[in-house]
Antibody, heavy 122, light 113 residues
Framework: EVQLVESGGGLVQPGWSLRLSCTAS????????MSWVRHVPGKGLEWVSF??????????HYATSVKDRFIISRDDSKSIAYLQMNSLTTEDTAVYYC?????????????WGQGALVTVSS | DIVITQSPDSLTVSLGERATINCKSS????????????LAWYQRKPGQPPKLLMY???TRESGVPDRFSGSGSGTDFTLTISSVQAEDVAVYYC?????????FGQGTRLEIK
């Protein structure tokens, strides 16, 4: 059974940093691209970032709203994806979901974790 | 970025009725060489993560009831629920994955009359 479990969420002040982890199981982690998607309470879904499988170059991409502040990475030996979030603002307050890309041909998200709440507030 | 616009923002239907949700992309998201539309649909219920319903525009994810169907091509897409059930109350999102800058629609809330 595929499982994605996020950890590392919490309450931080504006300008602080936080690192989310996504521990995966039930599939060959290294074969899949992984992504982070966030849901702002009362609003919609926003894609944040993805990282390709190493077999497809391992490149990373970011939404404009987080580019140059967030860094996605992966440790295939541990089946963990990370999201390092720097210079956080109140607009980054959201539930952050770890997701798996369903195909190397196109990144729809077939599995989602339960989410990690990140609250940025002074 | 590709802008995805859903309509309506909310929809109220009676049990057993058909529900139709539209999704319009600001750019073509059909890859002609593969004949695939790079569009997915998700269902999000309160307190739960989103659930994948459809991908490639019209391919139903395993385990999704066949009352859900996806159609459309290019820039205009539709999610249809042929006979709405009580458990279908949720917010529905479409997503394009044609370009690296993935984008979602704003969501459509489905309620029962």
């Amino acid at each position: 059974e595929v499982q994605l479990v996020e950890s590392g969420g919490g309450l931080v002040q504006p300008g602080w940093s936080l690192r989310l982890s996504c521990t995966a199981s039930g599939f060959i982690f290294g074969d899949y691209a992984m992504s982070w998607v966030r849901h702002v309470p009362g609003k919609g879904l926003e894609w944040v970032s993805f990282i390709r499988a190493k077999a497809y170059g391992g490149e990373t991409h970011y939404a404009t709203s987080v580019k140059d502040r967030f860094i996605i990475s992966r440790d295939d030996s541990k089946s963990i994806a990370y999201l390092q979030m720097n210079s956080l603002t109140t607009e980054d307050t959201a539930v952050y979901y770890c997701t798996r890309a369903g195909s190397y041909l196109g990144y729809y998200f077939d599995y989602w974790g339960q989410g990690a709440l990140v609250t940025v507030s002074s | 970025d590709i802008v995805i616009t859903q309509s309506p923002d909310s929809l109220t239907v009676s049990l057993g009725e058909r529900a139709t949700i539209n999704c319009k992309s600001s750019q073509n998201i059909l890859a002609s060489s593969r004949n695939k539309n790079y569009l997915a649909w998700y269902q999000r219920k309160p307190g739960q993560p989103p659930k994948l319903l459809m991908y490639w525009g019209s391919t139903r994810e395993s385990g999704v009831p066949d009352r859900f169907s996806g159609s459309g091509s290019g820039t205009d897409f539709t999610l249809t629920i042929s006979s709405v059930q009580a458990e279908d109350v949720a917010v529905y999102y479409c997503q394009q994955y044609y370009v690296n800058a993935i984008t979602f629609g704003q969501g459509t809330r489905l309620e029962i009359k």
